[in-house]
């Protein structure tokens, strides 16, 4: 059952990800991604990472996109002609697949080690995934954490420099 | 007076920073500080002359530490020996002459070029008094610099040409030695050599295939320099452009700079791969002489052609040098301090009447003998000298590397490079025909001044030193000898590889004594004496990387 | 007196140094010839001081050997300025100054009025300087700064009149010539050199030391290949086949000097080299037969082409190569000492030739110049019937041309009979002797008959030199004819210090004198002698008349072509156009040598440096610039701008490494 | 459900970020509320507290603390490395003012930002966690994206910031996945971790996951330094950049992208040098001829340095295949003395350039030697100092760098880096014959040097020299800060 | 967690898509799009690990990496907008002023 649920949440993912290469309008595009990245929030929620599904959907799908398609209508952008280049589609093609075979060969061929922590799906339900969470990143975790604050300040000041029309 | 050769090494540096506060426009000013410096600087060697015990040891020795960082340890480490001696009095008594040579001939950017002058003093000097590996190596990549700028700005029409061909030639030769240097030092240090100072690498044993790679590095480094063929054809080009100073620096001392890099370096660091190569080398070195002569031979321009002849002359010296005997080699030691008087001298002529006509195409001279006999006096015994008549600088020279060759196996080598003997006589006395003999057809010929007094105050000094070393050389010769010889017997760690036995020559007799043979194929790592005494260390690097 | 030897060469320098480096500023001729002969007569002083002492000594202690000062000692090499005084360098130096002071003094009268007179008496003096060390030398280094020396004389002489294109040229290809010797010299001395130092640690150069241990030389081989290459030295400087060609070309120079240098000294100081190493010489058997046959096939060979020259100056040169045969052929035969003799009394004929041929130059110039004619000077063509306006210098001239071709009792008929007998006689070369003989014999008549050709085409017959200048013609003043005297003198004389022993007159002053040099050699030539050399005293007579009669047929010869039957040389010349056409070009040698190495080498260094420098190794180098250049065109346009092909790059990259990681 | 309890942590370590971070931050406020107008005096500021942060940098050195749980750690490699950093940063804030007030965009922000980026570039340095470095150099990153588009109103920049943006995302991308997949073979982003984790694998090659791993994270910031195949963004990016920004990132983020590297490979996975070495042997080779056969033929400068850095990032990659000691000291130096000398270049060129970006050809400097001579020289001691002559640090630094390569055997990929030093001393001399062998093609312009440009060729030249003819100095705190690796 | 594969291997599919995406497709903002879709699948990859090792670790990762997408997006769309203010374009075939 659960396998069965994987594989079609798998096969909408995976379509609706090469819809979002495929699309001829990034604003269909930018759907499919959307579509893409609530599959994935799918997959969070089966491999007990809620707390996960849920920042997926809020600041991926939520935020993030909605910025993309923001800024596409902003700049209005035409829909484009023709690709002018097969061969490089073509090309690129090939290469992503190389890159897929490589990935799939050596996922075959790898040993992931043993698991290390003592995280199970009871621990979480029973604690909470938040919670857990939550007590990393504020302890293990506070610096990497407080790095992100900065990396925030940078993207404004950065952005409010870009693109504000007048400085 | 301890670090006198230090002073003598860095005199022109602060020469350099004297002529910083010159203005500019007062053009004869900087040419005359300059000249006092270099004079300073030639009365200064000449108290290390005075000072130098006829001995085979270093001398003036400075050793003071300097870089001590990771594997590596580098020394101010600098001294002379009469092999050296020689070269840095050459390099004092030409640098005066050549700056003096400048005063007419330069007339633009006179700061610069005075500058580029005395850098390239201490450059060459230091690279001569230099005993420490890296030191060299530093001294000797630091001179291309400003014969560079002397090539590129003050020279002629396809200067910028001459002179990155100068540049990169010599840099891609000198950094594969940099390369052979590393892995040199490495190999010392698994032998527990503590620092890059000469004097402990030659008692490293090294085994046949490293010799024979380092050798390799080193001598195509120095081939490039000295030059050899089929490697010297940035030397014609460089020549050409050159301004006249540059070139007589050029002819007379950084070439000396090859081969004396295989006299202190190539050959006693690594004596079994010498030996393997010296027949090739010495191949070489025939195939240059005769070359040269036959490409000088038919050259339009006479500068050219005295470039050319600076090959097939130091062809001669390379072949004395791997004639590993002490006649050989000292015959090669005298024949480049007479290559730099007589060829920096035939440049110095070359840049007199190129001053007065703006030309150098032998067509366009011919009878200038009647119009400037002085000129014409002196050229002609330059020229003897260049082809080595006896009386002259040049014979004693070129004499001693045939007798010396021949003594030892490159006996039939011998036999084809004397015939260079002919070829010289040959394109010098042509050239010097059709410029000074003949009709003075030219009508531009026929308004020539002859030499005025300060091209014979440059000349005099050369001639003076054609004839004293001509006639009398005892005196160079004895202060180099000890050293010669101990360059020798460092070479004869080798077996001498006695196969080239002339076959017109009667087997009956024995042949050359061979020394006895020693084993030439030491284990590698072999443990190597213990540094000498001489050599204070101050920090004791481990020599295991420490990781 | 022997301690003084270092004054002999000293002399002539010291005029040399003044009159090069004053000369210019002194101006006066007087002054300047009067010091350049003034210095060479004290060296003749010296010379004849040394002469009498050693006269006056037992004939074992005439060697002297004077060390000056170390000159270049290195590892076991060592040559010092050293000098050697022995009966053969007595006899050289003697010839040398004496020969040298007269040309001096003539020289003052010829070059009268000429640019650049002081720079002649200086080079000359030089000349005679370098000439004196050469013979001097007492080890082959000194011997051949001597030798180079002379060399460069001659070159800077020859070419003294420089604003001539053929003096320049003559100049040089003596020198390069001469060059060609020097290299067989040298490798001649590395050889021995390094024989005598590898086998019996004797590491010498020194005459007086390889003289002591020569009898450690082997018969054959390893001498051989030395004393060829000494022969090939001494072909260069004496003008031997196939050598030769400088020596005709040398008369560019001034008379004077064609007159000391290239008769009197420096043309035989391959003789003398081969007389002072003749212990080494005689010890290679193929080494003398060549030495005889090259000098035999010279004598004739330059004799063949003297017989058509014009060029009074050019007859007197081929002579000169034909007689510096029979030097040879003396030498290659074993009879040293008469090589040595032919040598002293070529000097006083030739030089006495050269000058009375100068003489009438001299005059002949004169008197053209007169007219404003630009007729040659030298041709003999020209001349004629000279005999009545110059009688001193006709008369020392026939003098000299009897003595060159060999009549009794003129000293060059000792001389050349001597080594005509020795030809015959010489128990070295068995049957090649009546050829060497047979030859020797021909050029001794071919030189009666060219030599006299001269005399009657200059001296006898109708004057054909331009009617309009016929007056001026005069006789020469004093100073050119008193030296033409004296050496006229000489070459009547001379040959009677080495009457042969049979005629029985006077002692073999000379054989004697020179015996002590040579005792060695001939101890050693023993040892391979072949039977014979006993030959009757009849025999000796009879050759010594048949050799008097060839010439005497030589000069009849020449006396009907040019005096009696004028139209004889055109005919000869329309019956056979080709033979005298080789012969009046010198047998093509000339156009020969630039085909096979003056040419070829120019061409090759053409190619050397258009083709193979300049294509080959600077195409090698630019052509590693060009291709690094090249690829930095490709890398450069791979570059494209677009973004895509810079990610299409970084992942073509990853997915390499990926891959090569994951498949190896 | 119990307080989380936020842990008393050691801030030692990060001071200097802290110190950093604040300092931009009130630079930001005064930007805004200070006056307006002219903006140097933030340029003043924003250098002293550089050299303040130095100094706090400096007493560091010496300790070893770790902190934050294993995020990040104080030892001596890192402080040389934020010296690396501070330095840049320095002397691009000096060559700035001018530049951007010449360009119309003297901005504010420029100083905040160049100093977010070194705050980055600190944590790459000093991170000992997989997260730290990421984040670290993301902050760098965006903050370069940033820079690299600064002068919006050229065209350039503008796209100069958009390829390094989109590439530099995507190489992210790879980076991460690299750094998943190192999670997934060893448990933990911990460097010190994974190091004992690697270290007890028997055999830590068989596994391939943490291979691949490894080689997608060295993608990442090879992609950084400019390796190829991953360089081919650098010639336009510093092309279009602002030139003061292009000196900083041709020194800093390749230091910081170096410092990452050694941390990962030599720390993290000494064990599996065998597998690393080879990877960087073939790119080292690749990066050095590429960078340097393509240089020949530019004639933009901005670019030919670009390609020029890339090649140099080829020379620290022969030391970093070496990995030794003496190769990694050679490291750390170069890039020292590379920020001297780089930055001096672009000193050098920001002075001769005029307003638009203009005249920034080779062809540009022609007659500079004798019209200008002191920036001649100083240029000309840069050129050299990168060609590798000695005595310069230039010279110093490639020395220790093949020498390693010896040490360790690599002798072919000494000399073949010694080959391509031959031949890039090609496109360095072009410059030189321009400057001292051509005659000026047009009217020279003269521009005034600024006080804090001067001052930085200043240091420029004697960070080039003083270590080129004294190396100790520098070599000696290199060989200490490579032996806690 | 017998599922790892599955999941790791679709996350594989995805990357490489992005990687496809972003080779083939012009529009800058549409690339930019794949590049997101590049980094969720390293997260998916990421938290499966996580989950697989019993370890919170990779999850907390993955919430900086979004951090970083969201920052990386304001900076890039803001470089998009300069860049279109410009060209009037966000075709990357128009950022071609430098090149060779």
């Known amino acids: 059952m659960e396998t069965l649920f994987f594989v079609i949440i798998s096969l909408v993912a995976i379509i609706s990800a090469i819809l979002v290469i495929t699309c001829k309008n990034p604003i269909n595009s930018a759907l499919s991604l959307i579509m893409t990245f609530f599959c994935l929030a799918t997959y969070y929620v089966m491999l007990d990472a809620p707390f996960m599904a849920a920042i997926q959907v809020m600041v991926y799908a939520g935020a993030i996109m909605v910025l993309i398609v923001f800024t596409i209508m902003l700049l209005n952008i035409r829909v484009n002609a023709t690709q002018k280049h097969s061969h490089k589609v073509l090309l690129g093609s090939i290469l992503g697949i190389f890159i897929l075979i490589n990935t799939v060969v050596l996922l075959f061929k790898s040993q992931v080690s043993n698991p290390v922590g003592g995280l199970t799906g009871d621990l979480i339900k029973n604690l909470g995934h938040s919670e857990l969470i939550g007590r990393e990143m504020f302890t293990t975790f506070l610096l990497p954490f407080e790095i992100t604050s900065i990396l925030l300040l940078v993207a404004i000041i950065g952005s409010v420099i870009l693109a504000k029309k007048k400085i | 007076m301890s670090n006198v050769l230090s002073l003598t090494t860095f005199l022109p540096i602060l020469g350099v920073l004297l002529l910083l506060f010159i203005p500019k426009d007062s053009k004869s000013v900087l040419r005359n500080v300059t000249l006092a410096v270099t004079l300073v600087n030639f009365l200064v060697s000449l108290t290390i002359l005075s000072g130098f015990q006829t001995n085979a040891e270093f001398q003036f020795i400075e050793n003071m530490p300097w870089i001590a960082a990771g594997p590596f340890v580098m020394r101010y480490n600098i001294g002379i020996d009469g092999i050296s001696l020689w070269l840095v009095i050459l390099t004092t008594f030409i640098m005066p002459i050549a700056v003096l040579s400048t005063y007419t001939a330069v007339e633009e950017k006179v700061k610069e070029y005075m500058i580029c002058l005395l850098m390239l003093e201490t450059g060459m000097l230091g690279a001569f008094i230099s005993l420490d590996l890296f030191l060299f190596y530093i001294f000797w990549e630091v001179m291309l610099i400003p014969m560079y700028f002397m090539i590129g700005i003050w020279g002629g029409k396809n200067k910028i040409y001459a002179a990155v061909k100068f540049f990169i030639y010599t840099m891609v030769g000198s950094l594969l030695m940099l390369v052979a240097l590393i892995f040199l030092y490495f190999k010392g240090m698994e032998a527990g050599i503590t620092d890059f100072g000469l004097l402990q690498f030659f008692s490293l044993k090294l085994d046949m295939t490293t010799q024979i790679w380092l050798f390799l590095a080193f001598a195509f480094a120095f081939a490039i320099k000295v030059p050899m063929f089929p490697l010297h054809t940035w030397l014609p080009d460089a020549h050409t452009e050159a301004p006249t100073a540059g070139s007589v620096i050029l002819a007379a001392v950084l070439l000396k700079m090859g081969t004396y890099g295989y006299v202190r370096f190539a050959i006693p660091l690594f004596p079994d791969a010498a030996h393997k190569f010296a027949p090739m080398i010495a191949t070489l070195a025939v195939i240059g002489i005769i070359y040269a002569a036959l490409v000088a031979m038919v050259q339009e321009d006479v500068k050219k052609l005295v470039a050319y002849s600076s090959v097939a002359h130091l062809g001669f010296v390379m072949l004395g040098i791997f004639a590993f005997n002490v006649e050989g080699i000292s015959g090669g030691m005298l024949q480049m301090l007479n290559h730099g008087i007589s060829t920096g001298a035939l440049f110095l002529i070359v840049g007199f009447i190129y001053e007065r006509r703006h030309t150098r195409l032998i067509t366009d001279f011919g009878g200038l003998s009647k119009q400037m006999p002085v000129f014409a006096t002196i050229f002609m015994i330059v020229t003897l000298s260049s082809i080595g008549l006896p009386g002259t600088n040049g014979f004693v020279g070129e004499f001693l590397i045939l007798i010396g060759s021949f003594e030892s196996e490159l006996r039939w080598w011998t036999v084809v490079a004397t015939s260079g003997v002919i070829l010289s006589a040959v394109y010098m006395l042509w050239v010097f025909q059709r410029v000074m003999f003949g009709e003075l057809d030219n009508p531009k010929n026929q308004k020539l001044l002859d030499l005025n007094a300060r091209e014979l105050t440059i000349m005099v000094p050369l001639i003076v030193m054609i004839f004293v070393m001509g006639l009398y050389p005892k005196p160079f010769i004895d202060k180099m000898d000890p050293a010669v010889r101990k360059l020798v017997s460092q070479m004869r760690v080798a077996p001498v590889n006695a196969q080239a036995i002339p076959a017109g020559l009667p087997a009956g007799h024995p042949a050359m004594e061979t020394p006895a043979a020693e084993p030439s194929m030491m284990p590698a790592g072999h443990p190597v004496v213990a540094p000498s005494s001489d050599v204070n260390t101050e920090k004791v690097v481990n020599p295991h990387e420490a990781k | 007196m022997f301690d003084n030897v270092w004054l002999i060469p000293l002399f002539p320098l010291i005029g040399f140094l003044i009159n090069g480096f004053f000369g210019k500023k002194i101006k006066n001729e007087a002054v300047i010839g009067g010091i350049g002969t003034l210095m060479i007569f004290m060296s003749f002083i010296v010379s004849c001081g040394i002469l009498m002492q050693m006269i006056g000594l037992p004939p074992e202690q005439r060697v002297f050997e004077k060390v000056l000062f170390p000159w270049i000692h290195c590892g076991n090499f060592k040559a010092d300025m050293a000098f050697l005084v022995d009966p053969l360098s007595a006899v050289m130096i003697m010839v040398v100054t004496g020969v040298g002071s007269l040309i001096h003094l003539y020289s003052i009268g010829y070059m009268h009025g000429e640019e650049g007179f002081y720079r002649f008496f200086a080079y000359l003096n030089l000349f005679c300087m370098a000439m004196l060390l050469l013979v001097l030398g007492n080890n082959m280094l000194v011997m051949f700064i001597g030798w180079e020396g002379v060399g460069l004389c001659s070159y800077l002489l020859i070419g003294y009149y420089f604003h001539k294109k053929s003096a320049g040229d003559a100049g040089k290809k003596a020198f390069v010539m001469n060059r060609v010797g020097d290299f067989g010299f040298l490798l001649g001395m590395f050889t021995l050199y390094w024989w005598f130092g590898s086998n019996h640690n004797i590491w010498t150069i020194n005459f007086t030391e390889i003289k002591a241990a020569s009898h450690l030389l082997p018969y054959g081989g390893v001498v051989t290949v030395a004393t060829l290459c000494f022969f090939v030295g001494a072909t260069g400087k004496s003008a031997q086949i196939p050598l030769f060609t400088w020596l005709p070309d040398a008369m560019e120079g001034p008379t004077p000097v064609s007159a000391l240098i290239h008769a009197a000294t420096m043309v035989t100081a391959g003789v003398y080299m081969i007389g002072r190493m003749s212990f080494v010489f005689i010890k290679s058997p193929d080494t003398m037969m060549v030495v005889a046959v090259v000098g035999a096939a010279t004598a004739i060979f330059a004799a063949t082409i003297g017989t058509a020259q014009n060029d009074i100056k050019r007859v007197l040169a081929y002579s000169t190569v034909s007689q510096l045969g029979f030097m040879f052929l003396a030498m290659g035969v074993g009879a040293f000492w008469a090589g040595i003799f032919h040598l002293m009394t070529h000097a006083f004929f030739k030089a006495c030739m050269f000058l009375g041929s100068g003489s009438v130059i001299h005059s002949m110039h004169h008197a053209l110049h007169h007219g404003h004619l630009h007729d040659d000077a030298q041709d003999m063509r020209n001349m004629g019937g000279l005999r009545k306006v110059m009688p001193i210098t006709f008369i020392t001239f026939f003098v000299s041309t009897l003595a060159i071709a060999g009549i009794f009792p003129f000293s060059g008929f000792f001389s050349k009979d001597e080594i005509l007998w020795k030809a015959f006689s010489n128990p070295y070369h068995g049957n090649l002797n009546i050829i060497l003989w047979g030859t020797g014999a021909i050029a001794a008549c071919f030189t009666a008959f060219y030599m006299f050709r001269l005399v009657f085409m200059t001296f006898f017959g109708e004057c054909r030199i331009n009617p309009k200048v016929k007056s001026h013609l005069h006789e020469s003043p004093l100073v050119i004819t008193i030296p033409l005297m004296v050496l006229g003198a000489l070459a009547t004389v001379g040959g009677f210090i080495g009457m042969p022993k049979v005629m029985g007159a006077l002692p073999n002053y000379l054989e004697h004198w020179l015996d002590p040099v040579f005792e060695l050699a001939n101890e050693f030539g023993t040892k391979y002698a072949h039977e014979g050399g006993h030959h009757s005293h009849a025999l000796e007579w009879g050759l010594m008349g048949l050799s008097i009669a060839i010439a005497v047929v030589g000069i009849m010869i020449a006396l009907t072509m040019y005096v009696k039957n004028t139209g004889a040389p055109a005919r000869f010349t329309a019956t056979f156009p080709a033979l005298h056409r080789a012969v009046y070009n010198k047998w093509y040698i000339d156009e020969l040598y630039d085909f096979l190495f003056v040419n070829p080498c120019k061409a090759f260094g053409q190619f050397l440096w258009k083709g193979f420098d300049v294509v080959v190794v600077d195409g090698i180098v630019n052509g590693v610039a060009n291709v690094v250049m090249g690829f930095s065109g490709i890398f450069r346009y791979m570059q494209s701008g677009y973004i895509y092909n810079y990610a299409f790059s970084m992942v073509l990259g990853v997915v390499v490494i990926l891959g090569y990681y994951i498949f190896k | ?485 | 967690m017998e599922n790892l594969n599955g999941y790791l291997i679709v996350s594989a599919i995805l990357f490489a898509i992005g990687t496809i995406g972003v080779l083939t497709r012009k529009n800058a903002i549409v690339i930019f799009m794949c590049i997101e879709l590049m980094l969720n699948a390293v997260n998916l990859t990421f938290i499966s690990l996580s989950r697989h090792l019993g370890h919170l670790d990779g999850q907390i990762f993955v919430i900086f990496i979004m951090t970083v997408a969201a920052a990386e997006a304001a900076v890039g769309l803001a470089l998009m907008i300069a860049f279109y203010n410009n060209k009037e374009s966000i075709d990357v075939e128009d950022v071609n002023l430098m090149k060779w």
């Open chain 4, 1 to 485: 459900m119990d307080m989380i309890s936020i842990p008393v942590v050691n801030m030692t370590p990060i001071l200097p970020e802290i110190f950093l971070s604040a300092l931009a931050m009130v630079l930001l406020l005064i930007n805004v509320f200070g006056p307006s107008g002219q903006k140097s005096y933030l340029a003043y500021i924003s250098f002293f507290g550089i050299v303040a942060t130095a100094v706090l940098v400096g007493a560091g050195w010496g300790g070893h603390i770790e902190s934050f749980s294993g995020s990040v750690v104080l030892d001596n490699f890192a402080t040389f490395f934020k010296m690396i950093f501070l330095l840049a940063a320095g002397l691009a804030v000096l060559i700035s003012d001018q530049y951007m007030e010449r360009e119309g965009c003297n901005h504010g922000e420029l100083y905040p930002l160049i100093l977010f980026t070194v705050v980055g570039m600190m944590f790459m340095a000093s991170g000992t966690d997989l997260m730290t470095i990421f984040l670290g150099l993301e902050v760098m990153s965006v903050s370069l994206y940033v820079l690299a588009g600064f002068n919006r109103a050229n065209k350039k920049s503008n796209e100069a910031g958009l390829k390094y943006f989109l590439l530099g995302a995507f190489s992210t991308g790879f980076l991460l996945y690299g750094m998943a997949l190192t999670y997934g073979a060893t448990g933990t982003t911990r460097i010190y971790k994974i190091a004992s984790v690697v270290g007890q694998m028997t055999l830590p090659s068989a596994n391939i996951m943490l291979v691949a791993g490894m080689l997608l994270m060295m993608t990442g910031f090879l992609f950084k330094i400019a390796a190829v195949p991953f360089h081919m963004w650098t010639p336009d990016v510093y092309e279009g950049a602002p030139t003061p920004m292009t000196a900083f990132m041709s020194a800093g983020p390749k230091a910081a992208g170096f410092a990452a590297l050694l941390r990962i490979l030599l720390v993290a996975m000494p064990t599996l040098q065998v597998e690393w070495s080879q990877l960087l042997w073939v790119l080292a080779v690749l990066t050095m001829t590429v960078g340097n056969i393509t240089a020949l033929r530019q004639d933009n400068i901005k670019r030919m340095l670009a390609y020029s850095s890339i090649a140099h990032a080829g020379y620290a990659l022969v030391g970093l295949t070496a990995g030794n000691g003496t190769a990694t000291a050679g490291i750390l130096f170069y890039m020292l003395s590379y920020t001297f000398m780089n930055i001096g270049a672009f000193a050098v060129i920001i002075l001769i350039a005029k307003k638009g970006e203009t005249n920034g050809n080779v062809m540009d400097f022609a007659g500079l030697g004798f019209k200008r001579p002191v920036l001649a020289v100083a240029m000309t001691i840069f050129l050299f100092s990168l060609a590798g002559m000695p005595p310069t640090a230039g010279f110093i630094g490639k020395f220790y760098l093949f020498s390693g390569a010896v040490q360790k055997g690599y002798i072919w990929l000494a000399v073949i880096g010694v080959l391509n030093s031959a031949a890039s001393v090609y496109y360095y001399l072009r410059v030189m014959v321009y400057m001292y062998m051509k005659e000026p093609t047009e009217e020279f312009e003269w521009t005034q040097v600024t006080a804090p440009v001067a001052l930085a060729l200043i240091i420029a030249i004697a960070g080039t020299m003083i270590p080129g003819i004294v190396p100790s100095i520098i070599l000696e705190y290199a060989q200490e800060a490579v032996k806690l690796i």
